[in-house]
């Protein structure tokens, strides 16, 4: 018995002990000395001078510098990128292949059941059927595809020499093994990076507002111009020399139709600014260029830095794991940054199907055959889950009866520029090796979506920004509500013809920016509609080079790091004057003396912006409390009308408490607001301490895996928020800060909040944060030549094996 008892303990242990239990790893092989957790804290391969790999043709030399970026010198492109896959997977490959599941709703296959919902909405998204798309135009190219391939053969090679104990930590957390990188991966990447840019929309809750409070109001606080722009395309343009063709609006029904649910979005605020400054207004006679990317604050970072080089070219900057070539950064000869155009190339169509089985759907007058797609999630231990997405004319059907909707015969299906498959890839890859105007512009024409505005300087004195994608040409108003799907006259009309996307090229006022804001005035002869454009950082930039006639790259640093809150400065005075001061208690009598003598910049020791912060929080609820009450899916009205509404329509209904049976106006708001603010942040200083801005607002880079505390940095000692033009929140912000001064060779400087290495054991897994969060950046070693001995950490050559 002793015995029998003996064995069945140890088959317990043994069975607890390598198996994964919820969300706890099987700690067996977990911490297993030879192949679990202690493997992974190693050196970065500095120790390996020479390697034999399978699949080069020639010798490349690559030296990491002692930030661990890796500089590749190749005789030819396609081992170039073939090592670059080869690299980038030696210090990312987890976090490439987790991307690349979460595009394609694959993460129930990794954490079981609580990805199911997930899973299934990227998979009603389209974002499969969007990556199938873009790989059929990549094969299209055969240098295109010549080069994806020896990227993916690159990452499989690094992949076909692993042993389990090298497995990156997270394979050992969540149990399970990487697997073969294919095209298609890197396609759902490139999804994944359009969705987190383009997926905002929000013409469902614009028609249930216009349904609800009708078009006069719904024109008042959603229109799509503001009293104030200072758009990314100055008003100097003349379009007057194009030959425009425009749509009428056609007479028609829009949908009645009421929706209470919809998918998840990316962050409203995933944005970027970027500028450049003409020879004529830098100090050297060089353009100068800036570009920070506004995205979710994660470790591993967004962002590789590297530089690639072969004879032909040289090229460094940074990259997205999981795609080849340099995404933002410099040669020799150009220099490039983006920032989200924030376009409308996503539209949402009613469907009325003929059947229960949506086996066809009203289209003009007859009835046209759907597709369908049986969607496929397996669910770790879990029984495999099936999803069966009906595809029309204009894409997937994503809601339904059996998927946020509510009715058998009625769906809504998304008409994406991101489904009509694009060579995004090819773009980069002549970016990479452009020499001039001519050819940034050239290679721009390969871009599909998502919109991005495109800013470029050169050694040759010119500056440009074209807005580049691919534009529905849109009768007025199509596109902001939901659209009948069976009216012919309600489809896209054609696109804006490439050449008529907004462009300049070396402006009077001899510079140029973007941070989201609206592309264009309203001269442009095409529809653009305004889908909540930023208001404030692009001032705040615009109105800090018209300051003087020299910039430096101090003064490019200083603008990265503006803390200047143009938001507050433009309705906090009117706060202030409107409140009632003799109904305060000592308590909120001093914060309000505290805030009355804020400067307006959001610096880390000041107590001003953590007041208005926790005061704005509540008063923007409270305005839109109407909206909060409703059962429909509505969005909240732009900042910039909320404000103009508090300032010039102060009696405006929406100002009613609804739970009160006074009617309020905006000064009674300002005061029961201020009230409530000031209970959360004693309540917030007995939890936490000092509520100065750095203390409050808490910067933190999280690790993909919801933040594991592990993995992650917390309380940053940095400022900036939302709409300023350091625009760094509690966990998003700028993911990459560039400088570049395009002398010969260029001089650059760049930093990311994380490090080079995806492994949370090295050090140089988040080395950068530090310096990022200061506001410093790391100077970048462009290396003109191979031979180069200084700053070198350490040297690999890879050799072809025979």
């Known amino acids: 018995m002793k015995f029998l008892l003996s064995l069945l303990l140890t088959a317990i242990v043994f069975y607890g002990l390598n198996s994964k239990l919820g969300s706890i790893p099987p700690l067996g092989k977990f911490l297993d000395p030879i192949h679990g957790i202690w493997q992974n804290d190693k050196t970065e391969g500095q120790n390996v001078e020479a390697l034999a790999i399978t699949g080069l043709k020639e010798e490349i030399t690559v030296h990491y510098d002692k930030h661990l970026i890796p500089h590749i010198f190749a005789q030819n492109d396609a081992d170039l990128y073939f090592a670059q896959g080869y690299i980038t997977a030696k210090h990312r490959l987890w976090q490439m292949e987790f991307q690349t599941h979460a595009a394609a709703g694959r993460i129930s296959e990794l954490i079981g059941e609580a990805a199911i919902e997930f899973d299934r909405g990227q998979r009603r998204k389209g974002m499969v059927f969007g990556a199938e798309n873009s790989l059929k135009k990549m094969r299209e190219n055969p240098e295109t595809l010549q080069f994806v391939e020896a990227y993916r053969d690159g990452i499989n090679q690094y992949i076909d020499q692993l042993t389990v104990e090298d497995y990156p930590v997270e394979y050992k957390l969540l149990d399970y093994s990487p697997e073969p990188w294919t095209l298609k991966k890197t396609a759902l990447l490139l999804m994944y990076m359009t969705d987190m840019l383009a997926g905002g929309d929000s013409d469902l809750e614009y028609s249930n507002f216009l349904n609800k409070y009708g078009k006069e109001r719904l024109d008042l606080l959603y229109p799509d111009f503001f009293d104030t722009i200072d758009p990314v395309i100055p008003k100097e343009r003349d379009w007057s020399e194009w030959d425009v063709v425009a749509h009428d609006v056609p007479i028609s029904e829009l949908p009645k139709d009421t929706i209470t649910d919809i998918l998840e979005k990316p962050d409203p605020d995933n944005g970027s600014n970027n500028w450049v400054v003409a020879p004529e207004k830098s100090y050297s006679g060089n353009p100068i260029l800036a570009n920070d990317p506004h995205l979710g604050l994660k470790l591993p970072s967004i962002w590789f830095a590297l530089q690639l080089a072969t004879p032909e070219k040289n090229t460094f900057g940074v990259s997205l794991p999981g795609a080849l ?75 339904d009866a059996s998927f946020k909707g509510n009715d058998q015969k ?382 070198i950490l350490f040297s690999q050559t890879l050799n072809p094996k025979p």
């Open 325 to 399: 070539g340099i995404i933002i950064g410099f040669n020799n000869d150009i220099s490039w940054g983006l920032t989200n155009a924030t376009r409308d190339v996503r539209d949402w169509y009613k469907i009325e199907f003929t059947d229960d089985q949506r086996t066809a759907y009203r289209y003009d007058g007859e009835s046209r055959n759907a597709t369908k797609r049986i969607e496929e999630i397996k669910v770790r231990n879990g029984k495999t889950v099936y999803d069966t997405v009906v595809y029309t004319h204009h894409g997937p059907v994503s809601y």
């Open 410 to 791: 009625i769906g809504y299906a998304m008409k994406w520029t991101g489904h009509l498959g694009g060579n995004n890839q090819r773009t980069f890859l002549e970016l990479n090796k452009a020499k001039n105007y001519d050819e940034y512009a050239k290679a721009l024409k390969y871009h599909v979506a998502p919109a991005q505005n495109f800013i470029f300087s050169s050694t040759e004195g010119d500056i440009a920004l074209w807005i580049q994608g691919t534009f529905p040409n849109k009768w007025e108003g199509q596109g902001k509500f939901l659209m009948d799907g069976s009216n012919p006259n309600h489809e896209w009309k054609g696109f804006i013809p490439q050449e008529h996307n907004a462009h300049i090229k070396n402006p009077e006022q001899a510079f140029l920016s973007s941070a989201n804001q609206h592309p264009v005035d309203e001269s442009y002869p095409y529809y653009v509609f305004n889908d909540g454009y930023e208001t404030y950082r692009n001032r705040v930039i615009n109105d800090f080079f018209r300051s003087k006639e020299k910039f430096n790259i101090q003064d490019f640093k200083d603008l990265h790091n503006n803390n200047y809150n143009l938001m507050a400065a433009e309705l906090l005075p009117n706060m202030l004057q409107q409140m009632d001061v003799s109904a305060l208690d000592s308590e909120e009598k001093e914060l309000f003396d505290q805030v009355k003598t804020w400067d307006y910049f959001n610096d880390i020791e000041k107590i001003g912006p953590s007041i208005w912060e926790a005061w704005w929080s509540e008063l923007a609820p409270l305005t839109w409390d109407e909206l909060e009450a409703e059962e429909l899916v509505l969005d909240y009205p732009f900042k910039y009308q909320t404000i103009y509404l508090l300032k010039n329509n102060p009696d405006d209904e929406f100002m009613d408490v609804v739970a009160t049976p006074e009617k309020e106006t905006a000064k009674d708001l300002f005061l029961i607001s201020f009230k409530e603010a000031v209970k959360n942040l004693k309540a917030w200083k007995i939890e936490n301490g000092d509520y100065n801005w750095g203390e409050y607002k808490a910067t933190y880079v999280g690790h993909l895996l919801q933040a594991l505390p592990a993995f992650s940095r917390f309380n940053l000692p940095i400022g900036g928020n939302g709409s300023i033009v350091n625009a760094t929140k509690k966990d998003h912000g700028p993911s990459w800060r560039m400088i570049v001064e395009m002398s010969s060779p260029p001089k650059a400087l760049g930093v990311y909040p994380g490090g080079q290495s995806g492994n949370p054991g090295s050090k140089y897994y988040d080395n950068f944060i530090d310096i990022w969060a200061a506001g410093d950046y790391l100077e970048l070693d462009f290396m003109q030549d191979k031979n180069q001995t200084e700053n």
